[in-house]
């Protein structure tokens, strides 16, 4: 469900309140180029190799992939509206988010045992989408980050999203297989996508291009 954002507006006159009214709007202010930053979970924000599980398999804690705490802290200060779509247990994202005291920098988890569907299935990347009101026609303005090259990368561009292949280990398949799975971009730190988040958020020609020739070649 998308939840419109609120705008208060105040007129004052001589110093006093004298109308007080809220408006729903669709829409945030599109000072971006990039409306959204959706993020897997495992090897992309924690570091899978430090998951600390009960016996449900639902991770209690986890270290960061180094950097990735100040990455995410500077996008939401920057204005940036953030999203997990992670394939987890119910309470993983928020138990690991909520240690590091990140989970209040994320405007909604789409989380595959909640959804009821796991990537690469739309519903996973729409689910988030919808929360943050993006728009079908907005989609090629939203980035992908994950390391998962069948499940991140395949979902992202079956909807036309930009894909970034998180290529930090080695732990999943990183040679891809059909097209689906081929990603945008490929950055192998956080140093890496802060920089390249960069220059796509930057509103350039060339990232216009960029765009246009996505959309075209899915």
């Known amino acids: 469900m998308c939840i419109a954002r609120r705008e208060t507006t105040i007129t004052v006159w001589t110093g006093t309140v004298t109308s007080f009214t809220e408006k729903q709007t669709g829409t945030m202010p599109d000072t971006h180029t990039l409306l959204a930053l959706c993020f897997d979970l495992g090897d992309t924000i924690m570091d899978e190799g430090t998951e600390l599980k009960d016996a449900s398999g639902t991770t209690l804690e986890a270290d960061l992939i180094p950097g990735m705490a100040d990455l995410l802290r500077e996008l939401k200060a920057h204005g940036h ?19 590091h005291g990140l989970l209040g ?17 739309p519903q996973m990347f729409t689910s988030a989408l919808d929360a943050m009101c993006i728009p079908v026609s907005d989609y090629n303005r ?7 090259l069948e499940r991140d990368i395949a979902g992202a561009n079956r909807l036309g999203l930009t894909s970034i292949f998180f290529h930090w280990n080695e732990r999943r398949g990183t040679t ?10 490929t950055v192998q ?7 390249l988040l960069a220059d796509l958020d930057q509103p350039s ?9 996505k959309t075209l070649g899915r």
Request: aromatic share 2%; charged share 25%; glycine share 4%.
């Open 142 to 148: 939203v980035v992908m980050v994950g390391n998962n």
């Open 189 to 195: 730190s956080t140093q890496e996508l802060r920089a």
């Open 176 to 185: 891809s297989e059909t097209e689906d799975e081929t990603p945008d971009y």
């Open 205 to 213: 020609p060339s990232s216009g291009l960029r765009q246009a020739a």
């Open 105 to 121: 920098l994320f405007d909604t988890l789409s989380i595959s045992e909640v959804v009821g569907v796991s990537k690469p299935e």
């Open 81 to 99: 509206r953030l999203a997990i779509v992670a394939d987890s247990r119910p309470d993983t994202p928020q138990n690991v988010l909520r240690r």
